[in-house]
């Protein structure tokens, strides 16, 4: 048999079986609950001063004995101080009723998502483009520090789904279309955020979860979580793979994806769940779902007749968590599928010994709770310059016609474009906010590209018309009526332009799109600033691969910024200037046009495309 993927530590061992011999069948569904923070607050989201409510926490904890809460008040990134608070308050409850921690999720996926004051690295898709292990880890190192701060234990980060579907809306949020890029990249994040003992995680680190088992990121619509269909060879050698390399660098728990292969949903797949990563790795870490996965078996999935027979799939397949996340039916329904033989007992035990071995891990037991104070480097100068270098390295050149750049200095530039102002498109989704919405107001402390450009090359040489903006309040892709002209009329007075232009900031289903070309509006403001003939540079700021084949002629650069986070703007002002040299490679192929969407492992055949004249090599945009 497989040694085990974690070593067995024997105190905790025998911790978690004296603990469950004690424990009534309540008790242990209670651990296999998690619920949303929105639960047990306060219902008035108009006050800003958010509070745990305790007759909610009564029932909660008290009557369910719920185990897990996960996400954030109000769904706005809250200091450290108030997150001390709130999870002190939940622990206290906790321990005195029964005496076993609650553990606290939030996915703080790129640095510290939910944590105000923070520091934000870039997204996932820019850490794979530094081609940097140390420097991944050295990223999920600071932000379990910062996590911690807050005393949140659990940070539903790395994601390890392959981005190789250019139009799905969590293209960025991960390593890239690569599976050993992932694996490799995957390994380094488990380590910072975990540290090197998994069964000691200690007080600057936190439990990490990767996500989301698996092939998420392949649907064959396009769209989130919808479903997809890969073969069992690419299952296992593709997709698989970033999760056992995660898996043996000790990752102490695993989210499954919501959507479903070859008619079988993820959430129902013993083989997958309970065969392929209990057995075949013996790992005895934890399977959490995700949002309210177990009830889409019986409401979109339709593979279950009821709740109940939803619940007693997926707990049978292997799910040890149920993010439930609204209500506790779960636990009666679960309760009573026990009582009448349809899940065994000794499928709870499982679940509930990984819970609590993991929380045993964690040290939640002894440490609940921590006190922020003894976290003095959080959002200081040293993570600020982390953070930097991540984002310096992972922007890439994807043309520079004529050695343009870097640029001479003392000449005018008009920036351009409706990502040259925003932090919100800097950052992207999980941002402060699920939707990244709050970035402008919540990030105004640092630089948008415009800012870095004006403190880098001085205020006299920037000009600064947008020609195209966002609608403020709409949705992610809406855009106001184009002022191109004013953007034609500043462009007389410079020598270069640069263009920024891209994505509004989405996440998950909201960023599901129709078409994957760049917007008119902003094609055609390129369009109309190349034709004056002064030098285009092309910024790139987006979650996906837009496709901007009409405009890439016209321009003399082309720099690809992805989503590089609260440090993209001075990032993008050094690399432009030569103050540092570009050095990020693209970790996933850039379609030239729509039929193009293909990963390089699934290049079209050379020759007998060149023979039919059907596509052009050039076409792919740094492919590296
Ligand atoms: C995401 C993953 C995330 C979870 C909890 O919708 O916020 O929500 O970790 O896919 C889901």
Redesign the pocket.
Known sequence: SVAPAIPRDEKIEKEVEALLKKMTLEEKIGQMTELTIDVITKRDHSSKDFQVDDALLDTVIGKYKVGSI??VPQGVAQSKEKWEEIIRKIQDKSMKVMGIPCIYGV?QIHGTTYTLGGTFFPQGINMAATFNRGLVREGSRISAYETKAGSIPWT?APVLDLARDARWPRHWENYGEDCYVNAEMGRESVLGFQGEDPNKIGKQHVAACL??YMGYGVPVSGKDRTPSSITVQDMREKHFAPFVEGIKAGALSV?VN?AMNNGLPFHANYELLTQWLKEDLNWDGLIVT??ADINNLYTRDKIAGSKKEAIKIAINAGIDMS?VPYEWSFCTYLKELVEEGEVPMSRIDDAVRRVLRMKYRLGLFDTPAYNHKEFPLFGGKEHAAAALQAAEESLVLLKNADGILPLASGKKLLITGPNANSMRTLNGGWSYSWQGDKADDCAADYNTILESFTNKFGASNIIYEPGVTYKKGGAWWEENAPEIDKALAAAVHADYIIACIGENSYC?TPGNLNNLFLSKNQLDLVKALAATGKPVVLVLNEGRPRIVSEIEPLAKAVINTMLPGNYGGDALANLVSGDANFSGKMPYTYPRDINSLFTYDYKPCEDLEKMQGAYDYDAVMSVQ
């Open positions: 996960l996400n996915d539903y996500k989301h989210m919501s995700d949002w993010m998950e």
